[in-house]
């Protein structure tokens, strides 16, 4: 593994060498690649564009981000922003590699977070939107080329993601790969069992159950003698800025976003779009904007710095996001 890490850092050496206008892209990219933004962004968008569609996105994203955190908690992989220097090759040979503000993140680095709930959130709004345009498209010259965009598009956006994550030394390459693999697998197989017609019961078991489960693992990892916050004291050790280090990049920070979201979608359960109400065009723009703003005026507000409330106060706020979403019908 040694060697396939030494390889990486190369890699990754290869990619910060490049213009300072790449580096901007390459940071931007991971930025808005971020995991949150299924909840924040693309969520409310694609509800609009159709309910199911829109509660397959969340549904999709929240599972496969709490499997990301137990693959974390098993596979103890490594982050290159620390590795570089744990392992001592910072030491041995001329390396010169920059962290930037998203590099630390706390959290064990296999599989990639952000390309695994990427891939698998946006793989019901990619299927969606290829089916329209397969549906609307009637020109035999562009055809293909119009129905194969959204796929295109999504397999683009995942390597761009994946390269950032490289780029900015969060991941190995072997990690991203993982990552998008896991992502894809699970989007697809996730797709076709969506709760969209579930009752809030289920939803409200489902939140205890993410909730009561990653509690559960968390103990037995912890009796079988493995220190569970290894990485964060290792991001700690070597993140060049403290400011860096985000309560939000922590595991449970995860797992209080997908179990709010999770109750979130049982509160949503009862609006408009429920009973089959169809909306014209002007009245789904309008739904998306709407929500949008709320999401991020809500997502916008200050948390306490004690770390207890800080994990409660984003379980508030990912639960009062879906029915945020879903109330702001027109």
């Not at 490049?18 to 969520?43: H, M, Q």
């Not at 900015?168 to 990552?179: E, I, S, T």
């Amino acid at each position: 593994m040694d060697a396939l890490y030494t390889a990486s850092v190369r890699f990754a050496t290869t990619l910060q060498s490049g213009p300072p206008w790449l580096e901007k892209f390459w940071v931007t990219v991971t930025s808005l690649a971020d995991p949150k933004s299924i909840f924040t962004v693309f969520f409310p968008l694609a509800y609009f564009l159709d309910r199911s569609v829109g509660v397959s996105v969340l549904w999709t994203g929240l599972v496969a981000e709490w499997l990301n955190v137990v693959l974390k908690w098993f596979l103890f992989g490594e982050r290159l922003f620390w590795w570089v220097h744990e392992s001592g090759l910072a030491s041995t040979e001329p390396i010169a590699l920059r962290q930037f503000p998203v590099s630390c993140e706390t959290g064990p680095g296999s599989p990639s977070g952000h390309c695994m709930i990427t891939g698998a959130a946006l793989w019901p709004l990619v299927t969606t939107l290829t089916a329209l345009a397969s549906t609307h498209c009637r020109r035999r010259v562009t055809g293909p080329a119009v129905k194969l965009a959204p796929f295109g598009t999504y397999v683009l956006l995942l390597l761009a993601v994946g390269l950032s994550r490289i780029f900015v030394l969060a991941h190995f390459p072997h990690q991203v790969v993982g990552g998008i693999l896991a992502g894809a697998a699970l989007g697809w197989r996730l797709q076709a069992h969506t709760p969209v017609a579930r009752t809030p019961v289920f939803f409200m078991a489902t939140a205890l159950a993410l909730l009561l489960g990653a509690l559960a693992l968390h103990r037995l990892v912890i009796a079988a003698g493995i220190d569970i916050d290894w990485s964060i004291h290792l991001a700690t050790k070597w993140c060049t800025n403290p400011a860096w280090l985000r309560l939000d990049t922590r595991p449970f920070a995860s797992v209080c976003r997908d179990a709010g979201s999770a109750l979130g979608l049982g509160l949503a359960a009862g609006f408009p779009l429920r009973q089959g109400q169809r909306l014209d065009y002007r009245q789904r723009l309008a739904g998306a904007v709407l929500a949008l703003a709320a999401m991020q005026g809500l997502h916008r507000l200050p948390q306490p710095a004690n770390v207890t409330l800080w994990y409660v106060t984003s379980f508030l706020k990912y639960t009062a996001g879906p029915w945020l979403v879903a109330s702001l019908l027109p």
